[in-house]
């Protein structure tokens, strides 16, 4: 499989040179050539697999030339290997809707789904090539913490993580600043998420400092995350339907920078039997009112209750919007020229009834998604994490839908208190983490001063 850039700008590349890349030389994301597509007796076969199998097969066309089946087992392997759950991802009922938990992974969110696969193939692709690779990022707190997981104690690899000091939860500090492996540095600036991205952006921008240090980036770009994600599609329409290719599924997807949804549509244009992707959103609207309306507009990032979906622009939208424009980079180039300099960007009636025949959107409010985790927990006694509420909610009264849980309830337990009067206990294999030792160093928030931490930890 070769994989091109939205923006038409980059020669085809092999797997591991997308991997490697991350975002596009053009300033675009990369994506396959073309879809492998599944048939009923595939699926029939593959609705008997264990999740790791399913893993394999999924993956095996898009690194095929790349990476031998031999190699790529155990990298799958041991992904999951840190799971707390037997099915990885299991398939629960609760009342009338079905939940798809992906939050058994070691920082109790799903992006451990892929980041855990990311770290492993980072490692395997540096250790094949030679050479390092550091990887330096700014969290809020849900991706730096699965990405410092992903790659605690992998050779030839360091990273440096930048949150802002006493400004995460105190379940996502500990999971990032109890990681005591010496290629891990955590970082706490003194000022703001923004702070922080501003002076990754500086690093990443001098690109002499860049070179000198390889530097690289853990952003939802990466196409290896979202090729882990399309699994776990497969996954819960296995286990809705028992493997039965005539039956098909939506999927209510809380959704943030469009990663997990997208691998949900990537997963139907191969063949799953999808009907609808229900794209949820909290009050940060962008892109429901993409869906509705055929226009994307920048708004105000406004803070929420489920603040890994605050977003204002979402990277992986791209992708989709490569394919609504039949794979023309000249015309999403200029969308996003459009959207650099004046804000946004329409599309045609045409491509919008295109988009309905897909998608559809609701956001969800602060008060509709508190009332759902009070009801769902007062009708069922299952306890949802701010994010996940937020799915359950734009798929209310519809049949047949699988909502995605996207964390554990223990990770946002402040909402979930508000919302159920209770507390929620982390898992028992995580009792310790507020007692355990820490490292962490407090930075103020320059470049300058991140650069010499950068600079002297790797002298
Ligand atoms: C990152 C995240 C999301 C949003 O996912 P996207 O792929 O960015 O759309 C939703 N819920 C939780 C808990 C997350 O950490």
Not at 259 to 264: C, K, L, Q, S
Request: hydrophobic share 45%; proline share 5%; net charge negative.
């Amino acid at each position: 499989m070769r994989y091109i850039s939205t923006r038409g700008g980059v020669a085809p590349l092999s797997f591991s040179e997308a991997v490697m890349m991350g975002l596009a030389t053009d300033g675009g994301l990369l994506v396959p050539e073309r879809l492998p597509q599944v048939d009923g007796a595939t699926l029939r076969r593959w609705a008997k697999l264990s999740y790791q199998e399913l893993a394999l097969e999924v993956m095996r066309p898009f690194v095929e030339e790349d990476i031998p089946e031999a190699d790529l087992r155990p990298l799958v392997i041991n992904a999951y290997a840190k799971f707390e759950h037997d099915e990885i991802t299991p398939l629960v009922k609760v009342g009338d809707v079905q939940i798809l938990e992906l939050f058994h992974g070691p920082t109790l969110a799903f992006k451990d789904v892929a980041l855990q696969f990311l770290g492993n193939l980072f490692e395997y692709l540096l250790e094949k090539q030679g050479g390092r690779l550091n990887i330096i990022g700014a969290t809020s707190g849900d991706t730096g913490s699965a990405a410092i997981h992903g790659v605690r104690g992998k050779s030839g690899i360091d990273i440096f993580i930048l949150h802002p000091h006493q400004r995460v939860s105190p379940v996502q500090e500990r999971q990032m600043t109890t990681v005591l492996d010496d290629n891990v540095h955590n970082i706490a600036i003194e000022g703001n998420f923004d702070d922080g991205q501003a002076i990754v952006k500086a690093l990443f921008n001098d690109l002499a400092f860049k070179e000198k240090y390889h530097l690289g980036a853990v952003n939802s770009i990466n196409w290896a995350r979202i090729l882990a994600q399309i699994v776990y599609y497969f996954r819960g329409w296995a286990r809705a339907t028992g493997g039965n290719p005539e039956q098909k599924v939506s999927f209510s997807v809380p959704t943030g920078n469009f990663g997990d949804i997208y691998a949900g549509y990537l997963a139907r244009q191969m063949g799953l039997p999808v009907d609808r992707l229900i794209l949820a959103t909290n009050r940060n609207d962008i892109l429901s009112r993409f869906v509705l309306h055929g226009s994307y507009s920048k708004g105000v990032v406004e803070p929420t209750i489920s603040p890994s979906m605050d977003i204002q622009i979402s990277s992986n939208f791209e992708r989709y919007l490569f394919d609504l424009l039949e794979r023309d980079g000249d015309g999403v180039k200029g969308c996003m020229a459009e959207l650099a300099e004046q804000g946004g960007f329409s599309v045609s009636a045409e491509k919008l009834a295109q988009v309905r025949t897909i998608f559809d959107a609701v956001a969800v409010s602060e008060a509709q998604t508190l009332e759902t985790i009070t009801r769902v927990h007062r009708e069922s006694g299952y306890v949802l994490d701010p994010h996940t509420a937020v799915g359950v909610a734009a798929a209310a009264g519809r049949q047949g839908v699988i909502c995605l849980a996207t964390a554990h309830p223990a990770k946002f337990a402040d909402a979930v208190r508000q919302a159920t009067g209770e507390a929620v206990a982390l898992p028992p294999s995580m009792q310790d983490l507020m007692t355990l030792p820490t490292r962490c160093e407090v930075l103020p928030a320059t470049a300058a001063a991140i650069k010499a931490k950068v600079e002297q930890t790797l002298a």
